[in-house]
């Protein structure tokens, strides 16, 4: 048995139990910004292997790929004192799913899409919760002159503030969550409106091309977010150097 931890000595460690590699690194980058060291794995083992190895202290597990399995394993379902506190994320809303995952332990849960300011509000209630005192938080991503602050849902470009819509603070974060990385056009569309979200063909074109022009990026020379013809969209920060920061 896992020796108790019942307070934080140092930077809190959060397992991500996520297969999806969007997924992740949008919930990776929005953990981030408070003083969390996080750490992703693939699968049940990895999971398991990791909990042994480097003793989380909270983990957010995606229920889709666990089914519950995991909980129990974590040791959710019982009054020990090392039990792991769980924040569940889900792509399915009906009742039925939330009371199952309540129900095998969880102690809160997310029905993806989410943004990551509740992500990160949740998470921190639960830490303040189970070991007594609030994590730091820093709520500003910095990508060279770009400023997102997840949240209060101020983007800033050179100073000047930008004021977008709710989808495209959002389209703008899931980008830079994922700098460097394709996006096609479905796993934004499954990111920010579902998978049972039915959108016109176009929905995401319509959306990037109005907050490049917010950002005043040019589709030609972007800086900001570059078109891969036939494929979808990628986040490029014009220098290498500028990768996302908190």
Do not use: C
């Not at 969880?106 to 303040?128: G, K, N």
């Amino acid at each position: 048995m896992l020796a108790p931890v019942r307070h934080l000595d140092t930077a809190a460690r959060v397992l991500l139990l996520i297969d999806q590699p969007v997924l992740a690194e949008y919930v990776n980058l929005a953990l981030q910004h408070a003083t969390y060291l996080t750490r992703v794995a693939e699968t049940r083992e990895g999971a398991l292997e990791a909990i042994q190895s480097w003793r989380p202290q909270l983990a957010v597990i995606d229920m889709d790929i666990t089914n519950g399995e995991l909980l129990a394993q974590l040791g959710t379902t019982t009054a020990r004192a090392d039990r792991i506190p769980v924040i569940a994320l889900t792509r399915r809303g009906d009742l039925q799913t939330k009371l199952a995952a309540f129900d095998a332990g969880v102690d809160d849960i997310l029905t993806v899409p989410f943004s990551p300011e509740e992500l990160v509000a949740r998470l921190l209630a639960i830490m303040r919760r189970t070991y007594g005192r609030a994590v730091a938080f820093t709520p500003v991503l910095r990508i060279g002159e770009l400023e997102i602050d997840i949240l209060h849902r101020r983007v800033v470009a050179g100073g000047s503030e930008l004021h977008l819509t709710s989808v495209e603070q959002s389209l703008l974060y899931v980008l830079a969550a994922n700098a460097g990385r394709l996006l096609t056009r479905d796993d934004i569309l499954d990111h920010l409106w579902g998978v049972d979200y039915v959108a016109e063909s176009n929905v995401v074109d319509r959306h990037i091309r109005n907050l490049r022009v917010k950002l005043q990026d040019s589709h030609r020379r972007p800086r900001y977010i570059a078109t891969v013809p036939g494929r979808g969209y990628r986040f490029v920060p014009t220098d290498p150097q500028d990768m996302p920061s908190v």
